[in-house]
């Protein structure tokens, strides 16, 4: 069992796999991060997650169970959500497998991802949500919604997402589908990105 008030499973290297995790979840982060840096990593596979409970206050702090936070600057000690300016188009996130993740009681979005990679080949399977947290103020948006915005590098380059596969996704008992993404998934991605809901 892992009780943390942070990133509680940290994805910085290829060729992992982690399971059979149970998690009683603080205020911040996400469960599953593999943000802050741009990263070459491949072949990770996340499986069996069981959250407890998450202490879901607000949606500040990237609270997903998913989650790529932006560009840390350690110059600061801080990263800015705003930044959109901050990805490396010649890096990879690729060959991805999150599975089996249950989240009891309110919790976070699925995900919030600042890609600052590329994405190539992830898949969301078989999660289940008991029920979203609301909350008002931060970025103005007041629920659990998950956001996957365009990222650049600094010269207006765009990163891709290729193969970006959401399926078996339950919240309560209701399932996500392509035309309940919004409604019942509170998902939201840029347009131009190949994400999949099956």
Same mark, same amino acid.
């Given at each position: 069992m892992r009780?943390?008030n942070d990133? %509680?499973?940290?994805? &910085?290297?290829? $060729? =992992?796999? =982690?399971?059979?995790v149970?998690v009683?979840?603080? *205020?911040?982060a996400p469960?599953?991060?593999f943000g802050?840096?741009?990263?070459n990593?491949s !072949?990770i596979?996340v499986s $069996?997650?069981n959250i407890i409970?998450s202490r879901w206050?607000?949606?500040g702090? !990237?609270? #997903?169970i998913?989650?790529?936070?932006n560009?840390y +600057?350690? *110059?600061?000690?801080?990263t800015?959500?705003? !930044?959109?300016?901050?990805a490396d188009? &010649?890096?990879?996130a ?9 989240s009891?009681?309110i919790?976070?979005p699925?995900?919030?991802i600042y ?6 080949n992830?898949?969301?399977?078989n999660?289940w949500?008991?029920?979203? #947290?609301?909350?008002d103020? &931060?970025?103005?948006i #007041?629920?659990s919604?998950s956001?996957?915005?365009?990222m650049? $590098? #600094?010269?207006?380059?765009?990163i891709t ?6 399926e +078996?996704?339950? =919240?309560?008992?209701k399932?996500?589908?392509? $035309? %309940?993404a919004?409604t019942v998934?509170?998902?939201?991605? !840029?347009p131009d990105?190949d994400?999949t809901i099956q």
């Amino acid at each position: 069992m892992r009780h943390s008030n942070d990133d %509680t499973i940290k994805l &910085y290297h290829s $060729d =992992v796999t =982690v399971s059979n995790v149970v998690v009683q979840k603080g *205020s911040t982060a996400p469960i599953i991060q593999f943000g802050w840096a741009a990263r070459n990593i491949s !072949n990770i596979r996340v499986s $069996d997650i069981n959250i407890i409970h998450s202490r879901w206050n607000s949606n500040g702090s !990237n609270p #997903g169970i998913i989650g790529s936070n932006n560009l840390y +600057d350690p *110059s600061t000690a801080s990263t800015s959500a705003t !930044n959109t300016s901050t990805a490396d188009t &010649y890096s990879s996130a690729s060959n991805i497998v999150f599975s089996n993740i249950r989240s009891e009681g309110i919790s976070g979005p699925l995900m919030r991802i600042y890609a600052l990679e590329n994405l190539h080949n992830i898949t969301v399977s078989n999660v289940w949500v008991e029920e979203f #947290g609301s909350c008002d103020g &931060y970025e103005n948006i #007041g629920i659990s919604e998950s956001f996957m915005p365009a990222m650049t $590098d #600094g010269n207006g380059n765009n990163i891709t997402v290729e193969g970006f596969i959401i399926e +078996d996704f339950m =919240v309560g008992d209701k399932k996500v589908t392509l $035309d %309940t993404a919004s409604t019942v998934g509170n998902l939201y991605w !840029n347009p131009d990105f190949d994400v999949t809901i099956q």
